[in-house]
């Protein structure tokens, strides 16, 4: 039974550090598709902005990445327009690239939660896994306490697995 709970909790730790790394690889390329994508959008709308001074506090947050407070800006100086009913004045590509900016952005805030949240859960059964190493040897002696042990483990695995897949799969999600 000894070696059973070794196997298992070295296994878990060892299976989850190399598909979170292939996860963070994959997500770190989305999310770089994602930035490029809201970089491009957020500098073809220019044509919303009234002053220079408004230009260069975009171009700063959109160099900064900042692309949360870009979005809030950006609500907020179409509202104006919208209320003084000149909005029409902008063309026909600012409302595109707006809508595929705010989508781009939106879905960039569920990668990353989703991301932290698989991160957490991650480091929390990887975590106990390898605590559990050293304890495998008493455990061995009361096989109940040794296969809930087991269980929780092989439990805490699967749902990082399903996490995981979330993850993929939001990041798949079309912008």
């Known amino acids: 039974m000894e070696n059973g709970l070794l196997y298992t909790f070295t296994t878990i730790a060892q299976a989850l550090a190399g598909a979170f790394a292939l996860l963070s690889a994959f997500v770190l390329y989305r999310i770089q598709l994602l930035n490029a994508s809201m970089s491009f959008d957020s500098a073809r709308m220019n044509n919303i902005w009234r002053t220079s001074e408004e230009v260069a506090h975009a171009d700063a947050l959109r160099i ?6 870009l979005r809030r800006l950006i609500n907020a100086r179409m509202r104006v327009h919208q209320r003084e009913g000149t909005a029409g004045n902008l063309g026909a590509e600012s409302p595109v690239r707006l809508a595929s900016f705010l989508n781009s952005v939106r879905l960039h805030h569920i990668i990353v939660i989703a991301f932290w949240a698989a991160l957490v859960v991650t480091f929390v059964v990887m975590g ?3 605590w559990a190493i050293p304890h495998a040897h008493e455990w061995a002696y009361d096989r109940l306490l040794a296969q809930h042990w087991m269980n929780a483990g092989v439990v805490g695995f699967l ?17």
Request: with cysteine.
């Open 159 to 175: 749902i990082c697995l399903f996490l995981y897949a979330l993850v993929i799969w939001v990041a798949m999600l079309r912008e």
């Open 64 to 69: 900064r990445s900042r692309y949360g407070e």
């Open 128 to 130: 106990g896994s390898v």
